[in-house]
Structure formats: C-alpha cells, structure tokens
C-alpha cells in the first residue's frame, strides 16, 4: 500500500463519525490514488528494477523448467523399467522371438502397432532429420522456437496488473526481459556441467546436454538485447548499468564464436575464450543486479559452478593421489596412419561403463584437458572388479593440431615414450542395448573405439545371460591397412568370446589410401573424429597407386591365417560384377569382398569371421536388411566423421524404419550417435 494510501485511510478514521458520506468518497478517491500511484511506481522503476507482484513473475518459468524435467525423468524411468523387464525375461531364458511378428514391414496394419509407430516417428522428425545448411535438429530449432515464444509471452503478456497498453511501453518489457534472462542463468550454468542433478534424473549425458545449453543460451541473448532495447540510452549513467552492458557484449561475443564452424576449426581458441568471456558476463552481471535486488540468482551461478569445481576436484584428488597407481603415466605409443595408443594403468571406484569417456590431461604438455574415449572394458587384475584393482585404459586417437600433435612429436623419435598423466571421470551416459534383439554398431577411423568396447560388454552380458541380443552386425570404416592393425589382435580375441548362439557378421571397409591395396582411391570420407578439436588430418600414408581400381569391381580370394612374420601382399582376384543392391544409396562407392590370397588381412575363424571388403560401406543397405530380419528392437551405435553420421542418420529416416513400416510390424530402431562436440 503506498503512502498516499495510508495518509487518506488516517484522515477519516480521526473524523466525526457524521462525516460518513464524506469517509466514504474521500477512501473511494484514497483507493484509486492508491492504484494510480501504484501503477506509476511500478513504471517509475524502470531499468531492472520491476514494482509489485510484475517482479516475481519470471519466477514463473522455473515451473515450465521443472515440468520439462519431470517428464524427461518419467520417460527416463519408462525406459529403465523396459530395459530390467527385458533382462528378467532373458534370464528366464525367454525367447525373444517367441512373440515376435513380421518384422519386414510389410504385412498389415495393426492398431496395437500405434505407439511404436509414435515412437518411430518421434525419432525421425526429431533427432534425425537435419535443418540444410544450419545442420540443426528439428527438436532442437522447434524447441529454441517454443522456448523463446514462452518466455516472450511472459514478458509481453498484459498480466500482473498491468494492462494493455502499459505493458507493450519499452519501461514495462524492458523490465521484464531482464528479470528473464537473470533467472535462467542458474539453469544455463547448471546444463554446462560435468555433473549435475539433470543427468542423474533423464538419463542424459552431460555431453548431449549441450543440445539444451545452446537453446537456453541463445533465448538469454535475446531476453538480454531487448532488456537494452527497452531502456533509453540516456538512462544507462550509472556503474551498474554499464557493467550490465559490458556482461551482454561479452555474452553476444561467446555465443557467436561458438557457431559449429568456428568450434571445430579453432577448438583451442574457442575454449580458452569461452572461459574468459562467461567469467567476464558473469561478474559483469552480478554487479548489475545486486541495485535491483536480483543478485540471489547470479549466487545460484556461483553455487553450482562451484559444487561442479569441488565434485571435480575431490574426483581429481581420489583417482590421481589417494587411489594413486604403482605408476602414474601414461605410456604413448606411434602405431602409424598418424594414430596414437595411449595406455594407463588407475584404480576407479566402480569401474566404468563400455562406451564412456575420461577427460586426460597432461601436466608437462599444459593445463587443459580433453575428453577420449575409453577403448577397452573395465577388467582390473587381481581385485574383485569394485575398484580395488589397477584397471588398465586404452586409448586410440588420431594425432590433429593441439594436444595431440605434440603428444605425437614427443613420442616420433623413438615410437613411444612416458609421460605424467592425470585423468577425471568417468563420463557420459551410454544407452544400455541389453534388451535390443539386433545390435548394429558402426564406425568410421578412431571412433571404432567406442563401438568395439560396446559390443565386447554386450557379449559379456550375453554369456551371463543378461541381454537379448540374437544378430550382432559390426562394421568399420577405415583408409589403410595400417589402421586395421590398430586393433586387430583385440578384435579377434573379442570375436571369440561371442556366444556360439550368437548371429555375427564382422566387416572392415577399407576406402582408400595406400597401405597394402595400392590400386584404391582415397575417397572423401569427412575429418576423422578425435574427442576435442577437430581439424583435418594429414595421413601419412596418403601415396596412391597409379594402377586400376579395385573398388571398381568385385574379387574374392581364399583366405589363409596370418602370423605376425607374415608379409603383407595380395594374391589375383576373380572379377565378378557386383549385385545392383549396392548401388542403392546412390552416394556409396560400390562395396565388394576382395579378400587377401596369403594372409595379409588375418581373419578370425568361425561363424563370426571377419570379412573385408573395399571402398565405402553402403549403410542404407545395411541397416535396411538388417531391420528387415531383425525379431524385435534393433539398437544401432555409430561413432565415426561426420558424413558416416550423416549417412546413418539419412538411412533411418527412409520408409524402412518409418512409423508405417512400425504399423505393419517392423520393428523400433534407436540410433545412439557419439560425437563428442563443445
């Protein structure tokens, strides 16, 4: 009630009690000056300061906030009650295929059939088609639509008393939009970290919460600029105005620089900025805040960011100095195509989970650190699997600009060396494949080190009787030779302890560069994918041969094991003309089997033998017959270059794994993509 207000109620209270008429006109006018006074209070604030119930009102979005967490925790909790349901009925030993139905699309429509397809097309239209030429989401530019839509209709909107045309004047959402923008800024911070409540309740990775970080981030931007736009230029004079405009430059400049094009080419240069510009937004901020008692939020910042420092910092101390290891350093060694094997030994509380991520740094080679993934299962030795136990990690990466290149020089001169390592995590959030019957993992380059360690923890799983996988379908994209021996003694080991009952089909695709082909050419496969910066790679065994192409047609050969002293070469091949199935795609080199005559490309044995097979893998093919055959859900992981994502992405969204193939019976696909991208 303002002063005006409690003067005139004193006035009559103190009169004659005859004077009732004039009490009651003189509190009339006493209650509409009240209001009018309010009203001009409310105006009178201004820059940031907001009057009345029309300050706390951006509060309000907190609601929208946390309902969008409570469904993504119920879908997360649907999710995990599948997946346990699906373990219990395999370790009954239940048939997954007992219930199954037409699994190729093509029989009748069902109407019991409808989630599924829901789901089907869920999927599709909103993680896997792409936005041309912004390569954005469709999920992801309709949700930065929807969120900036609410939060202008909250600033614009004629509620909380003030109506129309108050609430359209430049005083009245300038006000409001900041107060909007101020109140995000603990969930931005929040969405930033490594950990946080958000992971733990949806199941999503910090890594793809990025996704949400950047549709927060950009609503902020402009919440702030028409926080500016609503305030005279006259009326930024004060210390704390300024410092508010020094925090929306620095805000204006971070989000810029971190457009996809600018992250992959100059990664070092964006993070180092991208720290010094968010510190520099957030103190500019605060001081800003603290005259229009706004300042609680910009705490919250601090409280949470902090929180994420002590979390990582105590994990840093116990992984690294009180769980010390008998040697803490990381061995690094050249194994040629410009890859690099990093092995370290540590004892990790827990283990890790196959397909997760750590972040190494190195301290003589500089402060930052990096996110690889982790290339083998947790097996520590000699302990009982909790942590107790040395746990050996491996890693493959391919040596880009920054960290890794001089990783690289250090270890040229002599093919290895040791250096001190740190590490920090385990993280991310891998999706568990247990339950799927048809498990297709795909990967181009570097990035087969996360679909090797997931399918060596599915058949773990499958010989404990823990999964339900039936068809097991891995490929791998790489350029030379060279890069096959990278792994081919784990690749081998981890075949045989696939279940005898197991479906397998191993394919490695060699697209090009020298090595032992010779004859093939280097296709354009997309940069090669290292956790952290990306840059194009220089293969260093990019000569070409400047005979015919082999890729041009088909051959096959009998195949003999390899021994270590084994030379490497290629016997005759007979042409045949490849089937016209593998011109499908329209954007593959035509892949056929061209297998070595004496052991250059040594094999596994059994039904689940490796096959190579030259030029690029045509995945819509691929993935097409496989979802045709499969007897339930198929689960396919892909790591890789951009244009295998790409390609992968394009083929699930094709009629084979549409919502009406779902209707008459094919069967759900959910594609799991690891790209690590700031």
Not at 513 to 540: H, N, Q, R, V
């Amino acid at each position: 009630m303002s002063s005006q207000h409690r003067h005139a109620s004193a006035a009559p209270a103190a009169a004659s009690s005859s004077s009732a008429v004039a009490v009651a006109a003189s509190s009339t006018a006493a209650r509409a000056g009240g209001h009018a006074a309010s009203s001009t209070a409310s105006q009178a604030t201004g820059h940031g300061g907001g009057g009345g119930r029309s300050s706390s009102h951006p509060e309000y979005v907190w609601y929208g906030i946390l309902a969008l967490l409570a469904l993504a925790t119920i879908a997360n909790a649907c999710y995990l009650s599948w997946v346990t349901y699906r373990r219990y009925r395999a370790r009954r030993g239940a048939s997954a295929s007992s219930k199954a139905t037409s699994a190729d699309g093509a029989g009748g429509v069902s109407l019991r059939r409808v989630p599924q397809a829901v789901l089907s097309a869920s999927r599709i239209f909103g993680f896997r088609w792409r936005i041309p030429g912004l390569e954005l989401m469709i999920v992801e530019a309709l949700f930065t639509v929807a969120y900036v839509g609410a939060c202008l209709v909250w600033c614009f909107a004629p509620v909380d008393g003030v109506a129309y045309p108050t609430n359209l004047t430049g005083r009245s959402w300038g006000t409001r939009t900041g107060m909007m923008a101020t109140i995000q800024l603990p969930f931005i911070v929040l969405l930033a970290m490594k950990n946080n409540a958000i992971t733990w309740l949806t199941g999503i990775g910090h890594e793809k919460l990025n996704l949400m970080h950047r549709v927060v981030s950009r609503c902020i931007l402009i919440l702030t600029w028409l926080h500016f736009g609503g305030i005279p230029a006259k009326l930024i004079n004060e210390g704390y105005k300024i410092a508010g405009l020094v925090g929306a430059i620095a805000q204006t400049i971070t989000t810029l620089i971190s457009v996809k094009w600018f992250r992959r080419r100059f990664y070092e240069t964006f993070y180092v900025s991208h720290v010094v510009l968010i510190l520099i937004f957030l103190v500019s901020i605060h001081v800003h805040v603290v005259p229009v008692r706004c300042d609680k939020y910009i705490w919250g910042v601090w409280a949470i960011w902090l929180f994420d420092r002590l979390f990582r910092g105590a994990r840093y101390i116990l992984l690294n100095l009180v769980l010390r290891p008998a040697r803490s350093v990381a061995r690094i060694e050249t194994i040629g195509a410009d890859g690099l094997r990093i092995t370290l030994r540590r004892r990790v509380p827990g283990g890790w989970t196959a397909g997760q991520h750590v972040f190494l740094a190195f301290p003589s080679l500089g402060l930052q650190s990096h996110p690889f993934t982790i290339g083998n299962m947790c097996d520590p030795q000699g302990g009982d699997g909790n942590g107790r136990a040395e746990a050996e990690m491996v890693f493959i990466v391919r040596a880009m600009r920054g960290q890794t290149r001089l990783l690289m020089d250090r270890a040229e001169p002599t093919g290895c060396c040791e250096i001190p390592a740190m590490i920090d995590g385990p993280y991310g959030h891998p999706e568990d494949i247990r339950p799927f019957s048809t498990c297709v993992f795909i990967a181009g380059g570097t990035g087969v080190t996360y679909t090797i360690a997931r399918m060596h923890q599915l058949f773990r799983d499958l010989n404990a009787s823990d999964a339900c996988a039936q068809r097991v379908v891995f490929v791998w994209a790489i350029r030379t030779q060279t890069e096959y021996e990278w792994i081919a003694a784990d690749l081998e080991k981890i075949i045989t302890e696939a279940p005898p009952s197991l479906s397998l089909a191993v394919d490695i695709y060699l697209t090009g560069g020298s090595g032992s082909l010779g004859a093939l050419p280097t296709l354009d496969f997309g940069p090669d994918i290292e956790k952290g910066p990306l840059s194009p790679a220089s293969d260093s065994s990019s000569s070409k041969s400047k005979t015919a192409s082999s890729s041009e047609s088909g051959c096959e050969t009998p195949i003999t094991p390899s021994t270590p002293d084994t030379p490497i070469s290629y016997g005759a091949c007979t042409l045949k003309k490849p089937d016209a199935a593998y011109f499908t795609s329209g954007s593959s080199t035509p892949t056929t089997e061209c297998l070595p005559a004496d052991g250059a490309f040594p094999l596994a044995q059994g039904p689940g033998a490796l096959r190579k097979r030259c030029g690029r893998p045509d995945v819509y093919r691929i993935l097409e017959e496989e979802v045709a055959a499969a007897r339930g859900a198929v689960a396919v992981d892909v790591s890789g270059p951009d244009r295998l994502v790409a390609d992968v992405r394009n083929a699930l969204c094709a009629p084979f794994a549409g919502p009406v193939a779902a209707l008459r019976g094919a069967p759900t696909v959910m594609l799991s993509v690891e790209q690590f991208r700031m």
